[in-house]
């Protein structure tokens, strides 16, 4: 993928440049906190339904593709707690790839500024030998499950793109302060229009899953009263920081 939100310096992974690199994971997801939403694939709809209001984008070029709206806020998102764990209940796989990523060409990346990284201590990503360590190939297990996952959902994407179900989601929703907050420039999949489109595109989404996203992206609007609630807490937590200062 293209989209590197997070990586401050990201480099190709080379065997013989970076032979002997460790990594460490972590679980701190602070590097996150600077956006408001996140690239997401169809088979995560379900478990972020839950929490995570899932809407449309459309590209420039006119494609769309589902994100995971984590906050009301323009340039950050509150699911992050003060010590970097995640408070919400599912971490995005877009996130949780990192500091790894895969290029459109099948190339694994890495942020070479990410803490994980260092040459004293952590896994090898590398044997001995200049093979890859058991911690690499599982590192490229999962970017390859996210790759594919990420295509079928773009496929997915484009066959309801040429069904006509997407339409605009223009909401105004209440952020901190009580403040109303203008979502512009989103877009749903209208129930209306399903049960109206070709029956045997309907049949092709219910044997591969897909119609089961659509359900689980529709259900997730919820959400959006919960996002609310969170926002304004934030505020709230943050006016009476500023008053104790003062």
Not at 39 to 64: K, M, V
Not at 103 to 112: G, H, I, N, R, Y
Not at 231 to 239: D, H, I, R, V
């Amino acid at each position: 993928m293209s989209e590197l939100l997070f990586y401050r310096q990201p480099v190709a992974l080379n065997r013989e440049r970076h032979r002997n690199l460790k990594f460490s994971p972590s679980g701190n997801f602070q590097f996150s906190n600077k956006v408001n939403s996140v690239p997401l694939t169809g088979i995560e709809f379900f478990e972020a339904s839950r929490d995570i209001p899932i809407l449309f984008s459309r590209s420039e070029a006119g494609q769309y593709m589902p994100l995971a709206l984590l906050s009301l806020r323009n340039n950050s998102h509150s699911l992050v707690d003060d010590d970097g764990s995640w408070s919400g209940n599912y971490v995005p796989a877009f996130i949780r790839r990192y500091p790894f990523a895969m290029s459109d060409s099948q190339t694994v990346c890495f942020d070479e500024q990410a803490e994980q990284f260092s040459a004293e201590k952590g896994e090898p990503l590398f044997n001995d030998d200049g093979d890859n360590s058991e911690t690499l190939n599982n590192v490229i297990q999962f970017l390859n499950q996210f790759d594919s996952a990420f295509k079928r959902t773009r496929e997915f994407c484009t066959q309801v793109q040429q069904a006509e179900l997407f339409k605009p989601f223009n909401i105004q929703v209440l952020a901190g302060d009580n403040k109303p907050v203008r979502l512009e420039g989103l877009y749903i999949i209208d129930e209306a229009s399903l049960l109206e489109a070709d029956q045997e595109q309907v049949m092709q989404w219910f044997k591969g899953g897909q119609l089961a996203w659509i359900y689980a992206h529709l259900h997730s609007l919820g959400a959006l009263k919960q996002l609310s609630k969170r926002q304004a807490l934030q505020s709230a937590e943050e006016a009476a920081e500023i008053s104790t200062v003062n």
